[in-house]
């Protein structure tokens, strides 16, 4: 069984970067695509990026486009997501996922971390 467990989160000013990630243990990690998406109080969860299982391409929201950056160590069995230049609007709890294929779609991704709480003060 696949689990995955997510770290980095905490609290930053506005302007400011963290970097999240990702462990997975169980199942052949390189077998899978792997996506962030997050979730606000009182908002549905969002997609924020993904990549794919194989040649590594990358999807990413409009919202978070040029200033985050997933990336994945096939080795480590873990994927990062690099986020510059944060927006109080950033703060939410960041999900990693598994799916199939590197979509911005929450149905598409079977498993899930625990999520990790970025907070981003103005």
């Known amino acids: 069984q696949v689990q995955l467990v997510e770290s980095g989160g905490g609290l930053v000013q506005d302007g400011g970067s963290l970097r999240l990630s990702c462990a997975a243990s169980g199942r052949t990690f390189s077998s899978f695509a792997r996506g962030w998406f997050r979730q606000a109080p009182g908002k549905e969860r969002e997609f924020v990026a993904a990549i794919s299982r194989s040649v590594g391409s990358t999807v990413y929201a409009d919202s978070v486009k040029g200033r985050f950056t997933i990336s994945r160590d096939n080795a480590k069995n873990t994927v990062y997501l690099q986020m510059n230049s944060l927006k109080p609007e950033d703060t939410a709890v960041y999900y990693c996922?598994?799916?199939?294929?590197?979509?911005?779609?929450?149905?598409?991704?079977?498993?899930w971390g625990q999520g990790t709480q970025v907070t981003v003060s103005s």
């Open positions: 996922a598994l799916g199939a294929f590197a979509v911005p779609d929450v149905a598409k991704y079977n498993i």
